[in-house]
């Protein structure tokens, strides 16, 4: 056996081939798959061996037997390090991590452009009730060219509630072809930063009340759990459209629905799900200005490939005691490098 092995285990899926290549350019790293179905005495002798978990950033793809908290934890005495397969994170519990010495990684950014495209295609289509006009135009022939009369988006209001890669990325695009207003809502980021984005910040009820879009592109975490509800939705303008391609959960969406039935928004761009997929009778499949996707903003061959490659560097540099960029638990640092050079001498 190679000395000094660093065992790495992937649940289900890797978001590219291009993971298990850089990795095992290094001899010193192994990599194993587990599955839902992996008979339990395969997957415990794997946890019990594993220094890393490469885990799905999505928890409709993770099952609560191998979320990253505690209960799995106690099943992998040996873990060091846990690297979600893209930005999100909400599969694993950060607490927990730092508790137990364990590092936490995401790849923040290496789906940026895939996201911000996506968000900027729902507010265009919305904006120009393309969808509307495609299935009306299905059904019978439309004489009349003022039916779905739409709006353009430049010099309009975008706002936008987290502004990290995706936000930065969607921001300079609304600003850079459509010369629109950038508002901004992230107790994270300074004014300084956001000045230097060309963003302005602002409070989220006076950034809803002003924007002509609202985009959300914060992590679902406690604090923003239910963040957009009947209030928020109150307090936007009735021309103005939602869209989402965060995380379920963190917006309403039975609020949603009420919001869209008394024509409080004009409408809404849905990529993400309490529940997903979502069922196909859910309220908000029924509304001809809600146009949905499942959770795709972020697969492109492109993002993929990015993520893949960043999340395996990432653990190689962590294995080689650099810090890497994308730490979600960064005051864990010490503990970790101690937990490491314990492991490997």
Same mark, same amino acid.
């Given at each position: 056996?190679?000395? +000094? &092995?660093?065992?790495v285990?992937?649940?289900?899926?890797?978001?590219h081939?291009?993971f298990?290549? @850089?990795?095992?350019?290094?001899?010193?790293?192994s990599?194993q798959r587990?599955?839902?179905?992996t008979?339990? !005495?395969?997957?415990e002798?794997?946890?019990?061996?594993?220094?890393?978990?490469q885990?799905?950033?999505?928890?409709? %793809?993770?099952?609560?037997a191998y979320?990253?908290?505690?209960?799995?934890?106690?099943?992998?005495p040996?873990l060091?390090?846990v690297?979600?397969?893209?930005?999100g994170?909400?599969?694993?519990?950060?607490?927990?991590?730092t508790?137990?010495?364990?590092?936490?990684?995401?790849?923040?950014?290496? +789906?940026?452009?895939?996201v911000?495209?996506?968000a900027?295609?729902?507010m265009?289509?919305l904006s120009?009730?393309?969808?509307?006009?495609?299935?009306a135009?299905?059904?019978?022939?439309?004489?009349?060219r003022t039916?779905f009369?739409?709006?353009d988006?430049?010099?309009?209001?975008?706002?936008?509630?987290?502004?990290?890669?995706v936000? @930065?990325?969607?921001a300079?695009?609304?600003?850079?072809?459509?010369?629109?207003?950038?508002?901004?809502?992230?107790?994270?980021v300074?004014?300084?930063?956001?000045a230097r984005?060309?963003?302005?910040p602002l409070p989220?009820?006076?950034?809803?009340?002003?924007s002509?879009?609202?985009? &959300? +592109?914060c992590?679902?975490?406690?604090? @923003? %759990?239910?963040?957009?509800?009947?209030k928020e939705?109150?307090?936007?303008q009735?021309?103005?459209?939602?869209?989402?391609?965060?995380?379920?959960?963190? *917006?309403?969406e039975a609020?949603?629905?009420?919001?869209?039935?008394?024509?409080k928004?004009?409408g809404a761009g849905?990529?993400?799900?309490?529940?997903? !997929?979502p069922p !196909?009778? *859910?309220p &908000?499949?029924?509304f001809?200005n809600?146009?949905?996707?499942?959770? @795709?903003?972020?697969?492109?061959? %492109?993002?993929?490939?990015r993520?893949?490659?960043m999340?395996a560097?990432?653990i190689?540099?962590?294995f080689?005691?650099?810090?890497?960029?994308?730490?979600?638990? !960064? %005051?864990?640092?010490e503990?970790?490098?101690?937990r490491?050079r314990?492991a490997?001498?």
């Amino acid at each position: 056996m190679t000395p +000094n &092995l660093k065992q790495v285990f992937y649940l289900e899926y890797l978001a590219h081939p291009l993971f298990q290549s @850089t990795l095992l350019q290094r001899p010193d790293f192994s990599l194993q798959r587990l599955s839902h179905t992996t008979p339990r !005495p395969e997957v415990e002798a794997i946890l019990a061996g594993a220094h890393v978990y490469q885990i799905p950033a999505t928890r409709a %793809e993770v099952t609560a037997a191998y979320r990253a908290d505690r209960t799995l934890f106690a099943r992998a005495p040996n873990l060091l390090l846990v690297s979600s397969s893209g930005a999100g994170y909400d599969t694993i519990d950060l607490d927990d991590c730092t508790q137990a010495g364990i590092l936490a990684l995401n790849q923040a950014g290496g +789906n940026r452009h895939a996201v911000a495209e996506h968000a900027l295609g729902m507010m265009l289509c919305l904006s120009k009730q393309i969808i509307q006009s495609d299935r009306a135009m299905r059904r019978a022939p439309i004489a009349d060219r003022t039916r779905f009369m739409g709006h353009d988006m430049e010099g309009k209001t975008l706002g936008i509630v987290g502004l990290g890669a995706v936000g @930065t990325r969607l921001a300079e695009l609304c600003r850079g072809l459509f010369s629109m207003r950038v508002l901004a809502h992230d107790p994270f980021v300074s004014a300084e930063d956001m000045a230097r984005h060309g963003v302005q910040p602002l409070p989220l009820p006076e950034l809803l009340r002003r924007s002509d879009y609202v985009s &959300l +592109n914060c992590p679902r975490t406690a604090a @923003t %759990e239910g963040l957009i509800g009947t209030k928020e939705f109150a307090m936007m303008q009735p021309h103005a459209y939602f869209i989402t391609t965060a995380r379920g959960g963190i *917006h309403d969406e039975a609020a949603l629905v009420a919001a869209l039935q008394a024509g409080k928004i004009a409408g809404a761009g849905l990529d993400v799900w309490a529940t997903e !997929p979502p069922p !196909p009778d *859910h309220p &908000l499949l029924g509304f001809d200005n809600v146009i949905a996707s499942s959770h @795709t903003a972020g697969v492109t061959h %492109e993002a993929r490939k990015r993520i893949a490659v960043m999340a395996a560097e990432q653990i190689i540099q962590t294995f080689d005691s650099k810090r890497p960029p994308r730490m979600l638990n !960064p %005051e864990v640092w010490e503990r970790f490098s101690e937990r490491l050079r314990r492991a490997f001498a």
